[in-house]
């Protein structure tokens, strides 16, 4: 393990995290938050100072590999959660330490859970960082860093392995660092985009921008205490609807489409699963709610917004769905574990580790009824490697074991089962809002300190996809 490397990267991520601090702090400035300025300058400042002083002497042997990768995610998003919310202290917006890592953690992994109680009390400032906490873990803080930093070839495929969402990640041109860019590019564009349409609907400039980040990272804190229903606009429903959607795709297929290979994507089995899992579920609910909203045009529009917020794991919310047909929620909270596409800012297990476990479990029946057959799992028509499938299944029994885990533990903060159960799913997944107590009117400030930082860690477990995080506690054998 090179940790003199691990250290150096670190550094860089946390100085790079702190200059984007400046804006926060002209936030606070233009809004005149004095207290919020000073506490964001404050660790802004000491961010860049202490990234620079462990930098200022680049380590001989500067080579790395998936394990220094993971172990470079790992320590930058944990020490990140713990800096960023630095702010929330100092400023006295929030000033209980495991609420205000609660609220960074959720920000930075895009889960959207909250402690608040009086969103729209915090100061703009705050809610600015909020948002764009959400905005800067949607394509991850070490990918952010890549786009900005020139890093070997060889070293950024390692690190954007190690923090990439879903099974593979691989290169959209030659160069790995060129696909970095192409990708944030693509990020801008569609978040600026969604900004503009939304202002063309009347919403504020400041509410536009952040909501655009909220949904850019599909992390769903909004500057409302209502979230979008607050907005009562079905213009404003429609496009938040629209730019969940396209940010669970994986980011490939806009390149594709750029490069004008219509074929490949129509073709993509992943994003023909997710878009006929997202219409299937708006169905099925749209006949559940009809009666209670009277109309079919309405049980559609909040359905369409239900279904692609919590499968984007966006976590936004229009509607209180703890109040639907029991059918309905059952929907939703399946919905909660698959996620969006491999490669986009979704979260969940992923479509594509969906797909590959329903072909595994396929293949696995046909071979018990039919010894001598051979089967194989493919995808897109092509045979999936062995190691792919089977890193899959690993994962999700891991995943399962964490899960289940997380949830004998929190029984022990004294809430009833549905609010017990749906909390750690939300926050493993990423998705936000959950059942009864953690439901969309209700929030996370119900329990206590060490539940908060228990729920916080399967935030970071659910956005790094377990391995990183598992790699800090492992001994390299000598």
């Given at each position: 393990m090179n940790y003199k490397m691990i250290t150096y990267l670190t550094a860089q991520i946390i100085r790079a995290v702190g200059i984007l601090l400046l804006l926060p702090i002209i936030v606070a400035g233009v809004y005149g938050e004095v207290h919020e300025l000073i506490a964001f300058a404050a660790t802004g400042g000491g961010m860049v100072l202490l990234g620079t002083l462990l930098t200022l002497k680049k380590p001989k042997n500067n080579a790395v590999y998936t394990r220094e990768g993971m172990a470079v995610v790992a320590c930058a998003w944990l020490i990140i959660s713990l800096l960023g919310a630095l702010p929330y202290l100092f400023s006295g917006n929030i000033p209980n330490i495991a609420d205000a890592i609660f609220e960074t953690a959720s920000g930075l992994t895009t889960t959207g859970s909250t402690i608040?109680?009086?969103?729209?009390?915090?100061?703009?400032?705050?809610?600015?960082?909020?948002?764009?906490?959400?905005?800067?873990?949607?394509?991850?803080?070490?990918?952010?860093?890549?786009?900005?930093?020139?890093?070997?070839?060889?070293?950024?495929?390692?690190?954007?392995?190690?923090?990439?969402?879903?099974?593979?990640?691989?290169?959209?041109?030659?160069?790995?660092?060129?696909?970095?860019?192409?990708?944030?590019?693509?990020?801008?564009?569609?978040?600026?985009?969604?900004?503009?349409?939304?202002?063309?609907?009347?919403?504020?400039?400041?509410?536009?921008?952040?909501?655009?980040?909220?949904?850019?990272?599909?992390?769903?804190?909004?500057?409302?205490?209502?979230?979008?229903?607050?907005?009562?606009?079905?213009?404003?429903?429609?496009?938040?609807?629209?730019?969940?959607?396209?940010?669970?795709?994986?980011?490939?297929?806009?390149?594709?489409?750029?490069?004008r290979k219509f074929t490949q994507v129509f073709k993509n089995e992943e994003l023909r699963t997710f878009a006929g899992i997202c219409l299937t579920a708006i169905v099925l609910i749209t006949i559940s709610i009809t009666d209670f909203y009277g109309s079919v045009l309405k049980a559609l529009r909040y359905a369409g917004f239900q279904v692609l917020t919590i499968i984007s794991t966006a976590g936004f919310a229009t509607a209180d769905y703890t109040e639907w047909p029991f059918f309905s929620q059952m929907i939703l909270l399946l919905l909660m574990f698959v996620g969006g596409c491999a490669g986009s800012t979704g979260g969940g297990l992923k479509v594509m580790r969906i797909i590959l476990l329903v072909k595994s479990a396929i293949k696995e029946i046909k071979t018990m009824f039919n010894p001598r057959s051979v089967v194989v799992v493919k995808c897109d028509g092509k045979a999936v490697d062995k190691e792919v499938v089977r890193g899959v299944c690993v994962y999700f029994v891991v995943f399962m074991f964490l899960l289940a885990g997380s949830a004998l533990l929190l029984s022990l903060d004294g809430h009833d089962i549905p609010t017990t159960i749906s909390a750690v799913i939300t926050c493993m997944n990423n998705v936000g809002p959950g059942l009864n107590e953690v439901g969309p009117s209700g929030n996370f400030a119900g329990f206590s300190s060490w539940a908060k930082l228990l729920l916080s860690v399967d935030m970071l477990l659910g956005r790094l996809e377990i391995y990183p995080l598992l790699v800090l506690f492992t001994v390299r054998k000598k």
């Open positions: 608040l109680n009086d969103i729209e009390g915090m100061s703009k400032s705050c809610l600015f960082w909020r948002a764009f906490t959400h905005f800067i873990g949607g394509m991850g803080v070490l990918i952010l860093m890549l786009a900005i930093l020139p890093q070997s070839d060889t070293r950024t495929m390692h690190l954007v392995r190690a923090e990439s969402a879903g099974p593979t990640a691989g290169k959209l041109v030659a160069k790995m660092s060129m696909s970095v860019r192409i990708l944030y590019g693509i990020y801008i564009v569609l978040t600026t985009l969604e900004t503009i349409l939304l202002l063309c609907g009347g919403m504020p400039f400041f509410d536009a921008i952040t909501t655009a980040f909220a949904t850019a990272g599909t992390g769903g804190f909004s500057v409302k205490a209502g979230s979008i229903a607050d907005y009562n606009s079905a213009y404003v429903d429609f496009i938040v609807t629209l730019f969940m959607a396209l940010f669970s795709v994986n980011f490939t297929m806009y390149f594709l489409l750029l490069s």
